[in-house]
């Protein structure tokens, strides 16, 4: 039993630890978003939820927060789609080794810093020198890919570019738990390809929706490096995490600190109801 307790103590403080470091970083974050601090009063004085009402009555707060939940919207849908066509896609070859060089192969954007991908969508996207070059010649409309709202949309879709391989391994691992048994049942039974994936494989691989959601829902309310290194402080691509950079930088602390609370709370409303709900209902039940 002693044993025991000094195991659990081992292994929890840790996490006591580095939970203890997050807690005192949000706290203090909500401390000096009830006050006045910034550059203009270096001498914080209490003012309760005056910064949150700053912040709503803000144009481009509203349209950051605007952007960034369009940006969950597009890449947790989009995302998934084509994360499950391409595991769907990849779990088709027998080979194992064919399945790890595809696997590798739509994942490695991913592994790129966001900057670089960024830098290099730029280039793609530039109406002399990318892409609309070979539109042009093949007598194809060249839209203004970086102009307007469009810029929000392209680069929306080189995140789901970026991402769609993390999706889709998330799926294969979960294809691969489905029971063998099931498979080699319904191929002796007669089953095609398309109804084994589409009545035995997907409907029991749905932890790699949930997985695949919660994440990908994360990386897009962090986004920040892709959007400014394309189009550095765009309003038609400034997110949330943008916006504290640009409060931060400015020195209004105390708006910087309570858009941090405003990002977390919004996580949190995303990421841990669904996650409950899911693991309570095709794990927990399995």
């Known amino acids: 039993m002693q044993m025991r307790l000094r195991t659990f103590v081992l292994f929890f403080l840790p996490v006591l630890v580095f939970g203890g470091f997050l807690y005192y970083g949000i706290a203090w974050n909500i401390s000096i978003s009830l006050t006045n601090y910034s550059l203009l009063n270096p001498k914080p004085v209490f003012t309760g939820l005056q910064s949150f009402i700053t912040l709503f009555n803000d144009f481009w707060f509203q349209a950051a927060l605007k ?9 947790a849908s989009l995302g998934n789609v084509i994360g499950l066509l391409l595991a769907t896609a990849i779990f088709q070859f027998k080979s ?59 680069l929306a879709l080189v995140s789901v570019w970026v991402y769609a391989g993390f999706t889709a391994m998330l799926y294969l691992s979960a294809f ?99 996650a409950m709900w899911g693991l309570k209902r095709w794990i927990i039940r399995r």
Not at 105 to 115: D, N, Q
Not at 121 to 149: E, S, V
């Open 96 to 154: 194992p080794k064919v399945r790890h060089a595809l696997t590798s192969f739509f994942i490695y954007p991913m592994s790129l810093s966001m900057v670089v991908v960024g830098i290099i969508w730029r280039w793609i996207f530039d109406p002399y020198k990318g892409i609309d070059i070979i539109l042009n010649k093949l007598g194809l409309p060249t839209p203004a890919w970086l102009t307007g709202n469009n810029a929000f949309w392209s």
């Open 176 to 274: 691969y738990n489905v029971g063998a048994s099931l498979i080699e049942s319904a191929m002796v039974d007669g089953a095609d390809m398309f109804t084994i994936m589409t009545r035995i494989v997907i409907p029991n691989a749905k932890q790699g929706l949930i997985i695949s959601v919660i994440f990908l829902a994360l990386f897009a309310i962090q986004m920040f490096a892709l959007p400014f290194s394309v189009l550095f402080m765009n309003p038609f691509t400034m997110t949330l995490v943008m916006y504290i950079y640009n409060k931060f930088v400015s020195e209004y602390f105390c708006l910087a600190s309570a858009t941090a609370i405003i990002v977390i709370v919004i996580s949190a409303f995303i990421v841990i109801p669904y």
């Open 67 to 75: 952007k960034t939940l369009m940006w969950v919207g597009v890449l």
